[in-house]
């Protein structure tokens, strides 16, 4: 086929992304498509995928997304009438220890209240369903009887069709080289063949989405991993029809290949492909064999499935793959560019995934707006320091071993890091600091002791629990202090920045100068798209404060509500200032020791602000509280932090002054029952289930974002009610994501937890759906899935109750 020179919509490349992407676009309508791909159509990854397709994800969204796939496959062959090599073989996948069993058990019960149909065996059955498994020393594991397989190179072939049938052009042989833009809008697309005009672009160009991100200035953080799997010659016992296998604390895979075993997996330390840049002409090609770093997956599967000792093995392919800083896959419009979609960096799950993720990209390019919460792969989550190509590297050794590494809860990742830090970092890991990482910033998780040595991973409760709870009681009885330096801070400024923020934000901006306040930034369906404190630190300037995660986000929405017209400006100012959090009924009176400034109630209301003296630095103080109780924030010029903090800790020791961390901080706000963005607040939740309509303004004198939704879902039955719960024994510790019972049936799910001071046990805050979500609950008995065991707490409306 020739050229055209105008489309619609172009997308870029022809692997099973680009061909999901263009089926669903036909299937919304939109016919004037044109997919290039500089080879033919699978010629890069996905020609040489394994073909596993699986359902089970850690959330609702991506279950269904899942779900979704399964189904599409299963009648795609039916619709085009090419083969798909879809069979519903169902998967099998086997436990080692105990901790394994239990981390299925809590993702059956998860599977089950998002509908997918799961059960939990013993060990005996799972050999029954894969008879060549060795059994002797398995714990049990899951039976997800509707996962299955297919040729992932005829399921692409067989999307390519349903497009091509509803007008989508497709032209291979044809490598897009540039792109062309206006204004900060996509216009079109350049190849040797000539440039052809868009309205919208589509990077599904899997490996190569960072390369090719970069020639419009796109961040598409992914690095290709040397990826492998062996195929054996018949096995006797193997059909067709052999459930797909995972044995995970061995790293492996298995599914049936011609009458043999295709065998591969995750090894924890992968190997990276360090190329760069990947060439065009890498098509149809794989690496060579590396028989060294297979072995520990070659011992693994020999000793689980010991046909292998003998079976001929006919081939060990090594293809390389894309992975991302976090595991999981990137899709939605680039903040750097608008109309520029990406739907790449599958980590290994392209073919499961690209049925729902390209159903996905595809609604949000027709609908304008993410159709649903796709946070956890929304390419707005990366910084701008995931360009970089050692921490790419160094990541993705990391991350490809994600896939089947047991995830203890509260898991940090390794790599790359410290990299981005507070200017108090070092003084604080002095100070027996334990870092997590967000978004590359390095954050205290806690304080331990000298003595205190790793404290090993466990699914109980935690080796650093009265460490937190020592942080917990200084914040409660005396004063500690969060460095929350890695906040989010983006300011906005000019003549129109009032009606800007007016028009995105649900509550009142129009606030006297030093005043602050918290809102939310709805979207049209009146759901959280960010909720955030905004400053006015001068009539026509604004801080906005949001969380670490979200920056790129935040200014992304911020900017893109922003009309041409308009007189407002906005900039990322995150590392310009520190925060540092001083909490706990003696927090005023440290301050006191170190400012001349009146900050009592009446000098400093609450949700005010006022630039004070401390020390000898200028910091400004605002009368704010996340974790509930009094306390101060203290926006401080980066370059006086330092001193801030000496001050600060110099003054407090004989106050009880402690150092605390994010897990002390994390739970204490959920005992206050305020909630994060991410966790209980997102896209799809609106203020009336979140239980934050008083920070809603419907009546303001103007119009924002999300208002008229909210007016429609005002008085109308809830689909789902942010409660609190509370644990009834101290010794069960829930950590987030646990289902919810009522009378054994699931009813919702945790959104976060963590240890209660005032409960002596967990609290956690919970959605809970249908009748649940109906009910007043005030002490309701529901029960928590604990790993497998039910285990008794009360559920909250208010927590705890007015008395
Ligand atoms: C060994 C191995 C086993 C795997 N097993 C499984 C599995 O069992 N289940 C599963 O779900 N996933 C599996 N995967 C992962 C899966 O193969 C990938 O996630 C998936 O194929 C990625 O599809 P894609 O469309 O994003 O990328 P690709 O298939 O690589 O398609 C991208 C296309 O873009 C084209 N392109 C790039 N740049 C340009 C340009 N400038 N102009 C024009 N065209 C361009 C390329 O030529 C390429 O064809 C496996 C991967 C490997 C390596």
């Not at 090419?82 to 993702?107: D, F, H, I």
């Not at 540039?178 to 919208?200: F, K, M, N, P």
């Amino acid at each position: 086929m020739s050229l055209p020179t105008h489309a619609r919509i172009v997308i870029v490349g022809g692997g099973i992304a680009g061909c999901s992407t263009a089926y669903h676009l036909s299937r919304m309508g939109e016919a004037d498509v044109l997919l290039l791909e500089q080879g033919k159509l699978t010629c890069g990854t996905t020609w040489h995928a394994a073909g596993l397709i699986g359902q089970m994800r850690p959330n609702r969204t991506m279950t269904q997304m899942s779900k979704y796939g399964i189904e599409l496959y299963a009648g795609l062959e039916a619709e085009t009438g090419l083969a798909t090599g879809w069979k519903q073989c169902g998967s099998v996948n086997v436990a080692a220890t105990p901790e394994r069993m239990k981390v299925y058990a809590k993702q059956a019960a998860l599977a089950r209240s998002f509908g997918v149909e799961v059960e939990l065996i013993d060990a005996r059955r799972a050999g029954e369903l894969y008879p060549l498994l060795r059994t002797d020393d398995l714990v049990g594991g899951l039976w997800i009887p509707g996962d299955g397989k297919a040729n992932p190179a005829d399921l692409t072939m067989s999307l390519a069709k349903g497009a091509r049938q509803r007008g989508v052009k497709v032209v291979e042989d044809i490598e897009v080289t540039g792109v062309l833009t206006e204004h900060g809008r996509v216009t079109g697309v350049r190849t040797a063949q000539g440039d052809v005009r868009c309205e919208i672009l589509v990077n599904c160009a899997g490996q190569w989405a960072r390369q090719f991100g970069a020639l419009a200035g796109v961040n598409v953080p992914l690095y290709s991993a040397e990826h492998f799997y062996i195929v054996t010659d018949r096995i006797a016992g193997v059909h067709p029809m052999l459930p797909v296998m995972r044995d995970p604390d061995g790293f492996i895979y298995y599914k049936e290949e011609v009458g043999g075993l295709l065998m591969g997996g995750f090894e924890p330390q992968a190997k990276p492909w360090a190329v760069d840049p990947i060439p065009a002409t890498f098509q149809f090609q794989l690496l060579g064999e590396d028989w060294d770093q297979f072995e520990p997956l070659m011992t693994n599967a020999m000793h689980r499935t010991p046909c292998l000792e003998t079976a001929k093995i006919k081939m060990l392919l090594n293809g390389p793959e894309s992975f991302t800083p976090d595991g999981n896959f990137i899709l939605g419009e680039a903040p750097e560019l608008h109309n520029y979609f990406v739907a790449a960096g599958f980590n290994s799950a392209g073919i499961a995934n690209s049925g729902g993720a390209g159903r996905l990209i595809s609604e949000w390019i027709v609908g304008g707006e993410a159709p649903t919460d796709l946070w956890e792969v929304d390419i707005r989550r990366f910084g701008a320091h995931t360009a970089n190509r050692r921490l790419l590297s160094e990541r993705t050794g990391e991350t490809l071993g994600l896939h089947y590494a047991m995830r203890w809860p509260r898991h940090e990742l390794v790599t790359a890091r410290p990299l981005r830090t507070s200017p108090l970092y070092d003084l604080l890991a002095a100070k027996g600091a334990v870092f997590g990482a967000k978004n590359g910033w390095e954050r205290a998780n806690y304080f331990g002791p000298p003595s205190a040595g790793t404290v090993e991973p466990g699914l109980g409760r935690p080796g650093w629990l009265d460490w937190v709870i020592a942080e917990q009681r200084a914040t409660r009885e005396t004063v500690a202090l969060y460095d929350q330096s890695s906040f989010g801070k983006l300011l906005l400024q000019g003549r129109d920045a009032l009606v800007v923020l007016q028009r995105l934000c649900a509550n009142e901006i129009d606030i006297a100068v030093d005043a602050m306040v918290y809102t939310a930034l709805l979207n049209e369906r009146g759901g959280f798209e960010s909720d955030l404190t905004v400053i006015r630190v001068a009539a026509e300037r604004f801080l906005i404060i949001t969380g670490s995660a979200q920056p790129t986000r935040d200014m992304d929405w911020i900017q893109r509500h922003i009309a041409p017209a308009e007189h407002a400006f906005l900039s990322d100012v995150s590392a310009m200032s520190a925060v540092l959090s001083l909490m706990g009924p003696k927090a005023r009176e440290l301050l006191a020791r170190v400012s001349p400034d009146d900050l009592s109630p009446q000098g400093l209301k609450f949700s005010h602000t006022r630039e004070i003296d401390l020390g000898f630095a200028r910091v400004r103080a605002a009368r704010m509280s996340y974790v509930g109780g009094p306390g101060f924030e203290l926006h401080v010029p980066i370059e006086m932090t330092r001193h801030v903090y000496l001050a600060l800790t110099a003054a407090g020791s004989d106050l009880g002054l402690r150092d605390a961390g994010y897990y002390a901080l994390d739970a204490l706000r959920i005992e206050a029952g305020r909630r994060a963005w991410g966790a209980e607040l997102g896209p799809d939740e609106t203020p009336f289930e979140a239980g934050l309509a008083y920070a809603i303004k419907l009546d303001k004198p103007v119009e924002f974002i999300g208002r008229a939704a909210l007016h429609r879902l005002q008085g109308q039955a809830l689909r789902k009610k942010l409660v609190t719960i509370v644990l009834d024994a101290a010794e069960h510790y829930v950590w987030g994501g646990e289902t919810v019972l009522v009378d054994g049936a699931p009813v919702g799910e945790l959104t976060s937890a963590g240890w209660s001071p005032k409960a002596n046990a967990c609290v956690a805050l919970a959605y809970l759906r249908g009748d649940a979500a109906l009910q007043a609950h005030a002490g309701t008995r529901v029960a928590i899935d604990l790993w497998g065991d039910a285990v008794a707490a009360t559920a909250w409306d208010r927590w705890p109750p007015a008395t």
